[in-house]
């Protein structure tokens, strides 16, 4: 259905991130339910019946790297992804153990290599990058791993590219966020500067936030575990059980648009029925304009 300029989305991603999921069920920090919280962000996606491509997990799968968190999370998401009927794409974080990660959702025992992968959504393309640095919770990228990205955009997309890796280069107004940034940012910006990566996907911080990165807009969504409080004062740091959220990414010829979902059981306070949509649906765009100026209080 199209009633405004544009028409739907080509492909619509859901970005999820931050998952940290703990062994034997245990919940993170002694009080938040991790494995509820994923549970509400796969019910609210199915809930949509928006048609989705991929469900893109930006790292920290796991918050110790252990192999029941990962099946743990792999048994919520995989019967969710098949009854939506999309594609499941896993991205490595600093909290995750590359072996394990691998084992528990790949099926790949045996193997530590960073987790770099390409997928093609009927001719969107999705990258995603392993920047995590095993013992450490910063970011790198290895010059391998720069090589192999510069030939996968060696050559365009039909649609495009999105680039999803689990630390974001962009700023961070959290001073604590900033030690454990991407390291020498300025090596992936020549890499993709003028590509045809059109948005890149991050996770880490546990808030939701944008910027520019190489002339690329970056969106980073916030956790499902928990999040980050950026109005906090400077000298603390400020983790809260609130705020939980997931990213839908409509991406349209010229545009990719990013848009947040919060996840909890909220008052419904307006509603539309089916009625009020058919109407919307048989309206031409000057006789919406003059329903909706009559609908104002």
């Excluded at 192999?148 to 890796?165: F, K, N």
């Excluded at 969504?221 to 004062?233: F, I, K, N, R």
């Excluded at 740091?237 to 010829?253: E, F, K, M, N, P």
Aim: hydrophobic letters at 40%.
């Amino acid at each position: 259905m199209q009633l405004g300029q544009y028409p739907p989305a080509d492909h619509v991603l859901a970005h999820i991130s931050d998952t940290h999921f703990l062994g034997g069920r245990r919940p993170l920090y002694g009080s938040i339910d991790t494995d509820a919280n994923l549970e509400a962000a796969m019910a609210a996606l199915e809930a949509s019946r928006i048609d989705i491509d991929a469900l893109v997990f930006t790292g920290d799968i796991a918050d110790l790297g252990e192999a029941d968190a990962y099946g743990r999370v792999r048994a919520i998401v995989e019967p969710a992804a098949r009854r939506m009927g999309a594609e499941i794409l896993w991205v490595m974080g600093n909290h995750d153990d590359r072996s394990a990660f691998r084992a528990g959702l790949l099926d790949e025992v045996g193997v530590a290599a960073p987790v770099d992968r390409v997928v093609s959504l009927d001719g969107l393309r999705v990258i995603t990058l392993d920047t995590s640095v095993p013992g450490y919770h910063h970011g790198e990228l290895s010059a391998e791993q720069l090589d192999w990205l510069r030939e996968q955009v060696a050559t365009d997309a039909p649609h495009g590219s999105i680039l999803a890796l689990h630390h974001p280069p962009i700023p961070s107004p959290v001073a604590y966020m900033q030690v454990l940034e991407l390291q020498r940012q300025h090596e992936l910006a020549d890499v993709i500067r003028g590509s045809d990566i059109r948005a890149i996907l991050g996770g880490h911080l546990h808030y939701s936030t944008h910027g520019l990165f190489a002339g690329i807009p970056v969106a980073v969504a916030a956790a499902t575990c928990y999040t980050m409080d950026v109005s906090a004062p400077d000298s603390t740091l400020v983790g809260r059980d609130g705020g939980q959220s997931i990213t839908l990414v409509h991406v349209y010829a010229d545009q990719v648009v990013h848009s947040i979902v919060p996840l909890g059981d909220f008052p419904v306070v307006a509603r539309f029925d089916s009625d009020f949509t058919r109407r919307l649906e048989s309206a031409d765009p000057v006789e919406l304009r003059e329903y909706y100026a009559k609908q104002q209080g």
